[in-house]
C-alpha cells in the first residue's frame, strides 16, 4: 500500500491533537465550565423545540448521533462489505468547509498545487486562490464530460508537488456522473505508481443518481479517496449548512483535529438528524422522484424550441445544461447571455449563464423546480427566446 499519511499531510497538521474541553469528560451537573451563559438566550416569542435546543450551550464538537444515522443509511445503499463507521466522518460548513479543510491539511501553500478537471464547481479554484495553491488543469472529456483517467495520471506522474485531485460527480455544470470504472482505474493506477495524491470525490448531487451510485462507503478499501456530500441539495437543506467528509481513519482524524470544534451548530445538528431517520428519508426519496420526473418533462418541452439546441449535460442531477442556438443554429454565447438577463430583470426568473465555462459554450444552466415553477419557466423561455431571435432577424 502506497498511501502514507506522513508523507503528504502538511507536518505542522500532523502534530495536532483535537481540541478537548471538560465537556468531553462531564456532561452532567451543573455546567459552569465554558464561559456560556445560563440565565438563557433573550428573543421573543422561542418556542418550545428551540428552547429544547440549549442554544445557550456550546454545540457537541463530535456529533456522534448524527454521524451514526448517516452512515446507517450510507451503509445499506450499497451491496458489499465496504462499511463505514462514525470515524470515518468529518462534519463541516457545508461540503465548502470541507473543500477548504482538505486543502489546508494537505497542501503547503505556496510550494503545493491541487488539479481540478474543468468545467467544474468554482469554489475550487476559489479556495485555491485564498490559500495561495496553483491550480492544475485536466479537462474533462468535453464531449462526454467524463474524466480521462490517462491525462490526470501524465500530470501527476511528472509533478510531484500536485496533493489533491478534486473530481465532481455528478458534476457542475454538466450534470454528468463520473464513470465508476474511470474513478477505480484512476485510484488503481495512484496505486501503482506509488504516487501520495489524494482523489477527492465532491457528491454533491449523488443523490439524484440510482441509490447506491455513492462511492463514500469505500473509504476504507482506497484510503486515497476522500468523498464529499453535502444536505444542500437532494435533503433541500442549504439553509443549515450541513457537509460531509468521508475518508479513512487517518485522514478523518486529522479533519477532525482541525476543524472548529463547534463548527455545527445546534440547530443544524437538530434539523439533520431529524432529516435523515428512515420516515425522513422516504420522504426525500419521494421528492427526489419528483424532481427527476419535472426534469424529464422541462428538458422535453425545452428541447421543443426553435432556438434551443441539444441538452448539453447528463441527466444525473437536479439541473440540466442547455444550449441556446442562433438563427444560424450554432450555440451562441451572447444570446443566451441575453435570455438569461432578460428573464431575471424583466421576468424575475433567475437561471445560470454558464456559457464561459469550457465545453459550455452557449449554455444556460436550469435547476429544476416545482411543476407551478417549471410551468412558468418553460412559457417564459419560449417568448423570451423568440423575441430575442425576431429582433436580431429584424
Ligand atoms: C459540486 C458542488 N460541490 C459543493 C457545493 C457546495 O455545497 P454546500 O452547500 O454543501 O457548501 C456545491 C454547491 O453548489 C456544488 O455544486
Redesign the pocket.
Known sequence: MTFDITKIARPNILTLEPYRCARDDFTEGILLDANENTHGPSFSGMTESENKLELNRYPDPHQQVLKKQICEFRNNERIGEDKIDINNLCLGV???ESIDALMRCFISPGKEKMLICPPT?G?YSICGVVNDVEIVKVPLDLETFDIIPENILNKLINDPLIKLVYI?SPG?PTAKKISESNVFKLLEEIEKNSLNVIIVL?E?YIDFSPIGSSLCTLVNKYPNLVVLQ?L?KAFAL?GIRL?ITYSNYQISKLLNSMKYPYNISNLTSDIAIRSTTAESLKETKNKINKIIEQRGIVLDKLLKLKYVGQNKGGLNANFILVEILNKDLKPDNEIANKLYLTLAKENKIVVRFRGNELGCNGCLRISIGTSEENEILVSTFEKVLNDINNQLEL
Open positions: 457545508g461540503s465548502d464547481y469554489m465532481t457542475n465532491d454533491a453535502t444542500s442549504a457537509g
